[in-house]
Structure formats: structure tokens, C-alpha cells
């Protein structure tokens, strides 16, 4: 198992360094900052990514993310080109060494909140989505909305060119079922995956988060029936699962551990993020500890354990706290909490497990 963190690259506000500093700490996963989903990203360039974090010595772990682009996501007639360039991407990313791509499959909105500076009562801010400030708005509306809560930071998947592109990217998914959806995704898996086992790269696919419908866009990846079914469409191991705990378990209704247990050896990463239910279809990312959140993290990380998982691991969101200055959800102190937390956990749980052998 290795473990790590998300970094933003360059232009983070954490720099590589205070990630080896944490104990423990494997390395790092990362993108190439700039590239617009469907471009092909060169090897030196991906090269160079890897290099500028050895330096630091610590390892790129896996690439978070390549992006999908929406022809593909809404089959288009431009999207046997579009693949054609996400396999040359992963056939690079292959050359370069680099064993682990995540990717998601979810129109116009990858990830989306309501509230991204939601006060605790402790006075440290979380990340908040409540369904019943989205169901009173307009899709456009979002943009101007995560925008304004941002704090000058520029979020992933919400970029000024994606809202100027908004009315067009609404017509592409026009009439879109969850079957159409489905079918784009097979059509995607079914060309790129014998790439992936060619060059060994394996493909870790990131759930919907919320995982539910919203603005009547259709979403596919939000719990183990819908996982079950991807990982039906090309049976490798390399068609595999992102697990991101605070994504599929913001659903109450959702047994993370269980998921865990049944889709086993096809996780090759997971993202372990905790969350308070706080009404119907409202929820807070909370700090990682079970205490805080509504999520079981010691049965989290059992399931993990009794699946020998040996994949990339890393803390997810963080609330903000001592005053620290950082993109929401991705400073580095209550990141460094979690993951300390979360690696007793794990030392607690192996430890136990064998001493019962
Ligand atoms: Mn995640």
C-alpha cells in the first residue's frame, strides 16, 4: 500500500517538501495543470511532472486525473479522435512509468457543493452540499456560485472556460439518459482498456459526488450496482475503482465496507474522506475521525485490510483550520490529521489481525 496526497502542482499554496514531512508519507498524486480534456499530453512533459517531485523525494503515485472530454462522455461523432488521443495520453503516461490513472465519467459537473466556507461550531470551515439550495437555482447558477465561495482559487473542473461553454455543453447532454451514458462509457472502456493492459496502466474510475442526480443530468457512478455494472463492461483488472469513501457515502442508504468487500481487488485507490449527514440529502465534510462524521472510518479501513488492499491511499478533503490559507477542501494541516489518523488505523487493524493469526 502506499499513501500519499493530492497536489495541485506549481501553483499549490503546499509545497512538496511539507508532504515528505508528514510520517509516512509515500508521495504525491498529481495532473499536468493546463491540459484541456481531449488534448494529448507529451511525454516530456509528463517526464518532467515526475521528475519535479523526486526531486523532492517523494514519488508520483498515480495521475489524478486525465480528464475525460464531453464528446466522448456524450458520444459525439467526434469522439472516436478524442479516444484516439486518450490512448496515446495513457500510452505516454505509461512510457514515463507512472502505473495509475484516475478518470471520472459525469457531465458538466465532476464535483459540486453548495457551501465551500460552511462554519463548524468549532470555528473551522467545511465543505457543504445541500440539495435544497441546488433545487432552487439554475444549472448556469452553480458557476457564479463556487466562484464566489472560491477564495481566488481556481477549482478543478470548474474553470471560466467551461462556464463560457455552459449553454453548449447543456445542448450536448440534451435528452441524455443514464443508459445513453452507460453506452458512451462502454464504447470508452472497450477501446482504451487493451491499451491499458498493453502498456500497464491500470484505470481507477472516481464515483459522482453527491452520488445522485442533479440538474437532471445523468449520473452512473454513484453506488456498488452501478460500479458492479462498469466493471462487468471489460472484466480486467485493469477497468478498476477510485473508491472515494465521502462521494458514495454521502448516500445513507449506501454500506461503504460492504461495497469495499464486493468490489474488492478492482479498487486500486481510495480516497478516504468522512461526512456528517445533516438533514435529507445534505451533508458536511467533516475532519476524518468516526467522532466527527457519520461514516464507520475503523470499519472503512478494516474492509481494506481483510481485502489485502495494496493499492494508492490518500486522505481526502480537510476542513480548514489554523487560519490556513488554501484551496478549499485541500490544505495540508487537517489533511496531515487525517492521514496520521488514518495510518493508526491501519497499523492498529494489521497489527490486531495478525496477532489473532
Ligand atoms: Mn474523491
Known sequence: MKWGFRWYGAKDTIPL?????????????????????????????????????????????????VAVCDAIKAGTEERNHYIDNY??????????????????FKPIFGWAKTHLKYENPDGTYSLVFDQSVVDNMQASEMFQLIKSQSGG??????????????????????????ED????????????????????????????????????LPRITKNLEDYKRIMEIVDSPYNGITLCTG??????????????????????????????????DKFRECAHL?????????ELMKALVDIGFDGVIRPDHGRAIWDEVAMPGYGLY?????????????????????EKE
Not at 290 to 298: E, H, I, K, P, T
Open 17 to 65: 517538501h511539507h508532504f515528505r514531512h508528514v510520517p509516512g508519507c509515500d508521495g504525491v498524486v498529481g495532473t499536468l495543470l493546463g491540459k484541456l480534456p481531449g488534448e494529448v499530453w507529451p511525454i516530456e512533459e509528463i517526464q518532467a511532472f515526475k521528475e519535479s517531485i523526486e526531486k523532492e523525494r517523494l514519488e508520483l503515485l498515480a495521475i489524478e486525473s
Open 87 to 104: 490512448i496515446q495520453t495513457i500510452r505516454n503516461i505509461g512510457a514515463c512509468g507512472i502505473k495509475l490513472v484516475v478518470y471520472s
Open 153 to 178: 482559487f481556481n477549482l478543478s473542473g470548474w474553470e471560466e472556460e467551461r462556464f463560457k461553454e455552459f449553454n453548449n455543453l447543456m445542448k450536448m447532454y440534451e435528452g441524455m439518459t443514464r
Open 181 to 216: 451514458l452507460f453506452n458512451n462509457l462502454a464504447y470508452f472502456l472497450k477501446r482504451v482498456i487493451p491499451v491499458c493492459e498493453e502498456v500497464d496502466v491500470k484505470l481507477g474510475i472516481h464515483p459522482d459526488d453527491p452520488p445522485w442526480e442533479i440538474f437532471g
Open 247 to 280: 462521494s458514495v457515502g454521502a448516500n445513507p442508504d449506501c454500506d461503504v465496507a460492504q461495497m469495499i468487500r464486493e468490489l474488492g481487488d478492482r479498487i486500486h485507490f481510495v480516497h478516504l474522506r468522512n461526512v456528517e449527514f445533516l438533514g435529507k
Open 290 to 298: 468516526s467522532l466527527d462524521g457519520s461514516l464507520d472510518m475503523y
Open 334 to 354: 487537517d489533511r496531515a490529521l487525517g492521514f496520521t489518523y488514518l495510518q493508526g488505523l491501519h497499523e492498529a487493524i494489521t497489527k490486531c489481525k495478525k
